[in-house]
């Protein structure tokens, strides 16, 4: 099994629906983090979380909020979706650090999200 | 987060060595070099980090001056499975708020037969 999971892998909304994206891993990490990837371009950072009470705004937050229900799981909401937020998400995870973390972060597969 | 420059793309044979350089001229004391790996329509894949001199692992070197102004990411004997984006990441993964994350356009890998 995949140690981070997303749900769905793709979803076509319409403008002005809410919709919840949602991230589970099985790593163990406390770190979570969602993205998103626009064609030709990097992925920018929406919102990352250090632990369950612990979530911050990252580049591109506005439209956009996070739910920390547990240290496995992390849902992302488009409280009214436009079309400019049709894109690629990813959630990811790392590790807390210490002596011999690298602070890699372990990518979801994704979810392709179309808003018409 | 130090700003980072690679090329947009670059085009290479089956069983060449490739090496992609990524120009980081105001990178900090504390930060780390980062390399990773995406495929179309998947999430990127750690490859390597490092902060000075050179380090190993089972898949890819990677080379960083004295001045740390610049690295190289080499990948030795490619083959078609190789052809992805690369992304250079340069941050400080420890006190830079945890480890998070500013990617760039990367540069895109496309290996012939």
């Known amino acids: 099994d995949a140690d981070v999971t997303q749900t769905p892998r793709n979803r076509i909304t319409k403008t002005g629906k809410r919709i919840m994206l949602e991230c589970s891993q099985t790593?163990?990490?406390?770190?979570m983090y969602w993205y998103r990837q626009d064609p030709g371009l990097g992925l920018r950072l929406i919102y990352y979380?250090?632990?369950?009470?612990?979530?911050n705004k990252g580049e591109i937050s506005d439209g956009y909020s996070v739910s920390r229900q547990a240290q496995a799981k992390f849902s992302l909401s488009l409280e009214s979706a436009i079309p400019n937020q049709t894109a690629l998400y990813f959630c990811?995870?790392?590790?807390?650090?210490?002596?011999?973390?690298?602070?890699?972060?372990?990518f979801g597969p994704g979810t392709r999200l179309t808003v018409t | 987060l130090a700003k980072t420059t690679q090329p947009i793309s670059m085009d290479s044979y089956e069983g060449q060595e490739v090496n992609i350089t990524c120009s980081h001229n105001?990178?900090?004391?504390?930060?780390?070099i980062t390399w990773y790996q995406q495929f179309p329509s998947q999430g990127p894949r750690f490859i390597i980090q490092?902060?000075?001199t050179k380090v190993t692992n089972e898949v890819a070197s990677l080379f960083i001056p004295a001045d740390r102004k610049s690295s190289t990411l080499s990948l030795p004997r490619v083959s078609l499975s190789d052809t992805a984006v690369y992304y250079c990441?340069?941050?400080?993964?420890?006190?830079?708020?945890?480890?998070?994350?500013?990617f760039g356009q990367g540069t895109e890998l496309s290996v012939k037969p």
């Open positions: 990811a995870t790392s590790d807390a650090g210490g002596p011999k973390s690298s602070y890699e972060q372990y």
């Open positions: 790593k163990g990490h406390d770190r």
């Open positions: 979380s250090f632990d369950v009470k612990d979530i």
């Open positions: 105001n990178i900090a004391t504390n930060d780390y």
């Open positions: 490092g902060y000075k």
């Open positions: 990441l340069v941050g400080d993964p420890i006190y830079n708020q945890g480890g998070k994350l500013i």
